[in-house]
Structure formats: C-alpha cells, structure tokens
C-alpha cells in the first residue's frame, strides 16, 4: 500500500538483473567463484521448474522427461541452473505465441566404455531443453554460441547467454550441441561427464530458523554500507551481531568479546586481509568458525576460481535466506 512499493519493486528488478548479466560476464570470462559438488540433476530441474514458470509466462508449457535413477554430476548447483534458465528464455523468445518447453535427463554411455559394459562413469549425463518455436537457420546456428551475437532487438538481449552456457559446460569437460531448422522448433544436449558409479548427492540439509538465538556474528568487512546491511538482516534474524571495518578493529572487538561464535569476514580488505585475520584469531580460539565472504575470484581461499575444500563461503552479493542457511550450516557443525 506504499506510494514507493513499486519504485522498491523496481529497483530490486534492477539488481536481480545485475546480479544476473555479472554472473554471465564473469562465467564467460572464466572468473566466476565457483563451488562444484556432487548433483542429481533431476534435483536441479524440479527445484528450478518453479522459477522457469514465473520467467517464461504462462503462455508456454513446461513438461520434464527426467530418467529415473539418474547418474550425478560433479558441478556448480549455481552455474547448472544458469544453464537452464539462459536456455529457457531462449526457448521462451522462440515461443512468441506460446508453446511447449520440455526438459529431457538420460544417461548416456560412451561406445568406448571398457568391456562394452556401459559404465555410467565412462559416459555422461546429458539434459536436453526442447521448445516448439521458430528454429533458427542455418546462418544463426553457426554463430549461435559466439559472445555479444544476438538476433533480438537492441535492449532485448546481451549476446551472453548461450555463450555462457558454452563457457560452462566445456569448463567442466562437458558439450553442448544444438538440433534445429526454421519453423520446426530448437534442442539443445548439454552433456555433463557422469561421477563415477556409487557417488550421491548429499541429501539437502534443512534450514531451521533460530530466531532469537543467543549466538553471536562478528562482521567484518571494510564496505561501510554492505557491514551496516548485513548487521541488519543478522539482527532480524534473531543473532547478536558485532561490527568491524577492518582487521584491526576485529583483533580488538575479538579479545573484549569471548562470547563471539562466528566471524563472517571479507576476504579482501585494505591492511590485513580475511585469511590473515583468521590465522591470527583461530590461534586465540580454535574453536572459533568462520565464513568467507567475496566477489572476486583473485582471493586467497580460491584456486582457478574454485573455493579451496573445507571453506564456508557466501558468493557476493547474496540473500538474507543464503545468509541464514550458510550461518546455520556452520554453526550446526556441517563445516567450519
């Protein structure tokens, strides 16, 4: 009922929109933070399913083909849903007056598989996204993956999508191919190397809110409004928080404050950075944990652009519920 509700509505729009094109930069220039783990694509699928509905509109049908007992993927949960989502609103511009967009997962064993056994582990696991819309000619499938090319009009498209999905995909030993013709619709194979026979994905640990708790967040971070941001979504949360703008003025709030459970630090600051302040602290109170927080890839917890094994991070900039879930993993003791 605000005179401004729809001005805040705008401007979230806005950065969710930042957010989004900067992801796809940096996933095309291979500086994306990056957290692979062991998935079940079918996972993926159903849980994103809700998001495409609300991005494709509901002039478009959405059916999934999802192959039971599935082989994992090692990837990034983040990286794989921005593959779907840039191949659904491809799908989606294709589709005009409407259609159906259909989502396909199978095993596919490779003819080189020892023995002829057809070994999952010898093969991939390929996702396939079909739409019933224009099809492209030949011209603009043989340009299809190239950076910034687009047939959309001017303000209508970057160019990156499906060249971020090309990024990714061969980043993690993948393919993607595309089947088309004008007038007869599009599918893409995007081929993801299968995990070796046995490997799971961890089941989804549940967030359990703990509101009002009496644990205590120590902030640091040397963005004066980003530190004051994340004070407040910790104090609606329910935590104790105390702030620092730097290194040095967390090393003094840390030795008048034994009660401190957390540090949630930047990784980059001016001085001392996040893992140098770490290093010092845990000597004075190795049971102290710790999250990471960054948006650069150039960091001292990430190697080629994957976060180092054991470390909790949080990928800048990031949601109150991504902020409550990680807080709640380490404190619960999943990680440090």
């Known amino acids: 009922g605000s005179p401004v509700a729809e001005e805040v509505v705008q401007i979230q729009k806005a950065g969710v929109s930042a957010v ?4 796809q930069l940096l996933a095309f220039s291979r500086k994306q933070i990056i957290q692979p783990t062991i998935l079940d694509l079918n ?27 599935l082989s994992c993927v090692k990837a990034d949960h983040g990286q794989v849903e921005q593959i779907l989502m840039n191949l659904a609103v491809n799908a989606r511009d294709a589709m005009p007056a409407g259609g159906t967009l259909t989502i396909c997962t199978a095993n596919r064993v490779d003819d080189s598989s020892p023995n ?31 950076p910034f ?22 980043g993690i030993g993948g393919s993607i191919s595309v ?15 299968a995990v070796p026979d046995g490997e799971t994905a961890a089941p989804p640990r549940p967030v359990v809110a703990k509101r009002g708790a009496a644990e205590t967040v120590l902030v640091v971070d040397d963005a004066g409004s ?8 910790l104090e609606r949360l329910g935590y104790t928080v105390l702030t620092a703008g730097d290194a040095k003025e967390a090393f003094e709030v840390f030795e008048k404050e034994p009660g401190i459970d957390v540090m949630l630090t930047d990784v980059v600051m001016p001085g ?25 890839t150039e960091d001292a917890i990430v190697h080629h652009g994957v976060i180092q094994s054991g470390i909790a991070f949080l990928h800048k900039p990031f949601t109150s519920e991504a902020l409550e ?11 440090r």
């Open 20 to 23: 989004g094109l900067t992801r």
């Open 116 to 146: 002829g056994r057809g070994d999952t582990a010898a093969g991939h696991v390929v996702l396939t996204v079909s739409d019933t819309g224009t099809g492209m000619t030949a011209e603009v499938r043989g340009r299809l993956f190239e």
């Open 272 to 296: 001392e950075s996040g893992p140098e302040l770490t290093r010092r602290l845990i000597e004075l109170r190795p049971s102290l944990k710790v999250i990471y927080m960054s948006g650069y």
């Open 226 to 233: 980003l530190r004051e941001l994340t004070r407040r979504l």
């Open 179 to 193: 089947h088309t013709e004008a007038g007869a619709g599009t599918s893409f194979d995007v081929r993801f190397p």
């Open 325 to 335: 879930a990680k807080l709640r993993d380490v404190l619960d003791g999943a990680s």
């Open 149 to 170: 090319f687009t047939t959309k009009d001017v303000g209508k498209g970057t160019g990156l999508g499906l060249a971020t999905v090309h990024g990714i995909i061969t």
């Open 43 to 69: 996972e993926v699928v159903s849980h994103v399913r809700v998001m495409l509905r609300r991005l494709i509109g509901e002039n478009i049908a959405i059916a999934l083909e999802l192959q039971p007992g």
